[in-house]
C-alpha cells in the first residue's frame, strides 16, 4: 500500500517558522493532488492549502500570504513553509494525498499520521 510520513512540527513561538514535509512511500502509479489538514482541539478537521501534480495551488484564507505548498515529484514529497505563525495556526497537521495504484484504475486517499504545531503567544 502507500504511506504518508509526515514530519517538522514542533514547538514555536508566535511570528516564528516551520516547515513541514510528507514523503510517500509503497506501491503507486502517481501521486495526483496533494494537500495539508489541520485539526485543533475541539474542532473539525480542516484543509489548509492543497497542490495539484501541475503545481496549481490552493489555500484557506487564514493562512494566505503566510503558508506556501510546494512539492517535489521526484521525490514524493510535499512540503508546508509555515511562517508568522499564530497561536490560532496551532493543531495537528495531517498530510493527505490521491494515489493513483498500479492498477491504474483505482485511485484512493491515504492519510499521513499527522504531526503535531504548537505556537506559543
Known amino acids: 500500500q502507500v504511506q504518508l510520513v509526515e514530519s517538522g512540527g514542533g514547538l514555536v513561538q508566535a511570528g516564528g517558522s516551520l516547515r513541514l514535509s510528507c514523503v510517500a512511500s509503497?506501491?503507486?502509479?502517481?501521486?495526483?493532488?496533494m494537500g495539508w489538514y489541520r485539526q485543533a482541539p475541539g474542532k473539525q478537521r480542516e484543509l489548509v492549502a492543497s497542490?495539484?501534480?501541475?503545481?496549481?495551488?490552493n489555500y484557506e484564507d487564514s493562512v494566505k500570504g503566510r503558508f506556501t505548498i510546494s512539492r517535489d515529484n521526484a521525490k514524493n514529497t510535499v512540503y508546508l513553509q509555515m511562517n508568522s505563525l499564530k497561536p490560532e495556526d496551532t493543531a495537528v497537521y495531517y498530510c493527505?494525498?490521491?494515489?493513483?495504484?498500479?492498477?491504474?484504475?483505482?485511485?484512493?486517499?491515504?492519510w499521513g499520521q499527522g504531526t503535531q504545531v504548537t505556537v506559543s503567544s
Open positions: 493527505n494525498a490521491d494515489v493513483i495504484l498500479p492498477t491504474l484504475v483505482d485511485v484512493r486517499n491515504y
Open positions: 509503497g506501491r503507486y502509479f502517481r501521486i495526483n493532488a
Open positions: 497542490i495539484t501534480s501541475g503545481g496549481d495551488t
